[in-house]
């Protein structure tokens, strides 16, 4: 049994986007696999979705609801798991098989090359396995030093790249980012649709637009000079895979 797991609190993601994770990862796996999502609202969300409370973090107020919330799923024990574990953000598409996601390099953490920081030895954490319990002073010590973490730490993901002495990095065509892969550049953005390369398995919409604004060409900008460069066509390929 392969298990993903993912995480939604707040109102931004709604069940839908839990339950058309799961349906892609059924998709998107030869081998038994299942989703468990952890939560502080698992009304909506498909029965056959193990849904868990998201344990308690010591952050202030103003961090609870970002992604320094993640960090939760370094506790240990974690609900009923063991071994490796696939994290997925809400934001993504799969796009293809992810059992070679359990294989590669097993036993390790694993992780996105950051986009915007590519020599830097920082991974992005909207697709990362670990295994279960070997890193789990990550969220202990969260748990107890909180002010000097985030101190010395502006972002979780840097913290954990730093905390961490074993981190590979996935290949790089596996996982891209809509925004910073796969969005031709300005000006060609007005009149090209992002493609999708035939080998990556997972897009990633970190920021905006999501799925469903970049599935319409909506991308949301309060400011009026940013309309001027952000800008995506309707992308047709999302509706294919994200459903």
Same mark, same amino acid.
């Given at each position: 049994?392969?298990?993903?797991?993912?995480?939604?609190?707040?109102?931004?993601?709604?069940?839908?986007?839990?339950?058309?994770?799961?349906?892609?990862?059924?998709?998107?796996?030869?081998?038994?696999?299942?989703?468990?999502?952890?939560?502080?609202?698992?009304?909506?969300?498909?029965?056959?979705?193990?849904?868990?409370?998201?344990?308690?973090?010591?952050?202030?107020?103003?961090?609870?609801?970002?992604?320094?919330?993640?960090?939760?799923?370094?506790?240990?024990?974690?609900?009923?798991?063991?071994?490796?574990?696939?994290?997925?953000?809400?934001?993504?598409?799969?796009?293809?098989?992810?059992?070679?996601?359990?294989?590669?390099?097993?036993?390790?953490?694993?992780?996105?090359?950051?986009?915007?920081?590519?020599?830097?030895?920082?991974?992005?954490?909207?697709?990362?396995?670990?295994?279960?319990?070997?890193?789990?002073?990550?969220?202990?010590?969260?748990?107890?030093?909180?002010?000097?973490?985030?101190?010395?730490?502006?972002?979780?993901?840097?913290?954990?790249?730093?905390?961490?002495?074993?981190?590979?990095?996935?290949?790089?065509?596996?996982?891209?980012?809509?925004?910073?892969?796969?969005?031709?550049?300005?000006?060609?953005?007005?009149?090209?649709?992002?493609?999708?390369?035939?080998?990556?398995?997972?897009?990633?919409?970190?920021?905006?637009?999501?799925?469903?604004?970049?599935?319409?060409?909506?991308?949301?900008?309060?400011? $009026?000079?940013?309309?001027?460069?952000?800008?995506?066509?309707?992308?047709? $390929?999302?509706?294919?895979?994200?459903?």
């Amino acid at each position: 049994m392969q298990t993903i797991i993912c995480m939604k609190w707040g109102t931004r993601y709604g069940a839908e986007f839990v339950n058309r994770l799961y349906s892609a990862i059924q998709r998107n796996t030869d081998r038994k696999t299942r989703l468990v999502c952890f939560t502080d609202d698992s009304s909506g969300i498909n029965p056959l979705v193990q849904c868990e409370p998201i344990p308690e973090i010591n952050l202030p107020p103003e961090l609870i609801h970002t992604p320094w919330r993640k960090l939760t799923m370094w506790a240990s024990p974690l609900a009923d798991l063991k071994g490796d574990v696939l994290f997925l953000d809400l934001d993504l598409v799969i796009t293809g098989s992810l059992d070679p996601l359990f294989d590669y390099e097993a036993g390790r953490f694993c992780v996105i090359r950051n986009w915007t920081q590519p020599n830097s030895q920082i991974g992005n954490t909207s697709c990362f396995r670990f295994p279960i319990g070997k890193y789990s002073h990550i969220y202990d010590d969260i748990q107890t030093n909180p002010d000097e973490i985030l101190k010395k730490y502006r972002i979780e993901q840097v913290y954990i790249s730093r905390e961490i002495d074993d981190m590979v990095f996935w290949p790089p065509l596996w996982c891209a980012s809509f925004k910073h892969t796969l969005l031709p550049r300005w000006p060609i953005n007005f009149f090209k649709t992002p493609p999708l390369p035939k080998d990556t398995r997972i897009v990633a919409f970190t920021g905006k637009p999501d799925q469903d604004e970049a599935l319409i060409g909506h991308w949301p900008v309060k400011s $009026w000079y940013k309309k001027v460069y952000k800008h995506v066509r309707p992308t047709p $390929w999302i509706a294919e895979h994200w459903q």
